[in-house]
């Protein structure tokens, strides 16, 4: 096909407005908060001194950066593997002819994904106090409980979160693996019956080969949103108890907005962290060999 300076132009012109947004929002911002990882940033003062890679280097030698990390990893590889397959286990039962009232279900199931973060984590925080609902349910029962509440104590902290994300984030997911079974073509489902395959055997054979792109793209996404989790440590711990809920994202934004001049370091650990979430998605994909 061949192009005219007038096609170019009008291309150019018509991605102009994407591509001048881009640039703003997204290009400028990664480049120069690149040169404050090379800095020592004054943030008060606007004085910067180029250091080169010594923010990298305090980044791999800082402890709490390895708990933060620590934090973030169990988060992750515990939250993303239960939520895909409590998503999955929903959305294949949604998608069957034996369950009634499925407009109501995933109604049900889909609200607390769209409710705002901030109001959902309020309520756990009141769910999870000494007093709460959970600690008198656990009472009643005389089952042991944390006293002190379970986001004071550092054992149950972390755990607590991850729960109530899990209960947070299934109904989006299984919203998006309904979707994908839906599309695949009933014939197949009819010819597995003509050999008398049982409901394992047409899941695992026909169901989820064909939503496996989706399987593939749910992993990454809910790996990318749980390693960046923020507002759920900010609004419940803020990172507490002794650091048993700090996260690489909490400890960037602490860095950069609370100690205020540690903005360069605060850059130098989310580059760490941009290059790990690129590392885990691309391992992903080769471990799923989805093309």
């Known amino acids: 096909m061949n192009w005219n300076r007038k096609d170019y132009f009008n291309n150019i012109l018509l991605l102009s407005p994407w591509l001048i947004i881009f640039t ?26 180029f250091i080169g890679f010594e923010n990298y280097k305090r980044v791999f030698a800082d402890p709490l950066f390895w708990k933060a990390l620590k ?26 002819k034996f369950v009634k009232f499925k407009n109501f279900f995933q109604s049900a199931f889909f ?9 959902i984590s309020i309520i756990f925080v009141n769910l999870y106090s000494s007093e709460g609902y959970i600690n008198n349910l656990l009472r009643f029962l005389h089952l042991p409980y ?21 209960w947070m984030s299934v109904g989006y997911y299984m919203i998006l693996f309904l979707a994908s079974m839906q599309s695949i073509p009933k014939e197949y489902y009819e010819v597995a019956e003509l050999y008398s395959a ?3 055997q047409k899941f695992w054979k026909i169901t989820f ?35 048993s809920t700090t996260t690489l994202v909490y400890l960037i934004y602490e860095n950069a907005f609370v100690k205020i001049d540690q ?28 093309k």
């Open 198 to 200: 049982n409901g394992w």
């Open 146 to 166: 944390p006293k002190l509440g379970w986001l004071q104590d550092e054992r149950t902290a972390l755990p607590a979160i991850m729960i109530m994300d899990i």
């Open 24 to 49: 703003i929002f997204w290009l400028y911002p990664l480049i120069y908060a690149f040169y404050l990882s090379l800095c020592d940033y004054q943030t008060l003062t606007s004085k910067t001194r």
């Open 111 to 119: 609200v607390p994904s769209i409710t705002s973060l901030v109001v």
């Open 209 to 243: 080969p064909s939503i496996r792109p989706m399987f593939l793209f749910v992993i990454v996404l809910n790996s990318i949103k749980s390693f960046q989790i923020f507002v759920e440590i900010y609004v419940m711990t803020r990172g507490g108890p002794l650091h």
């Open 263 to 290: 903005m360069g370091y605060a850059s130098a650990i989310t580059f760490v962290v941009f290059f790990l979430l690129v590392s885990l998605s691309i391992l992903q994909i080769k471990l799923l060999k989805v």
């Open 71 to 96: 934090n973030t990893a169990i988060f992750t590889f515990v939250t993303v593997p239960i939520t895909t397959a409590i998503s999955l286990f929903l959305a294949n039962l949604l998608n069957s």
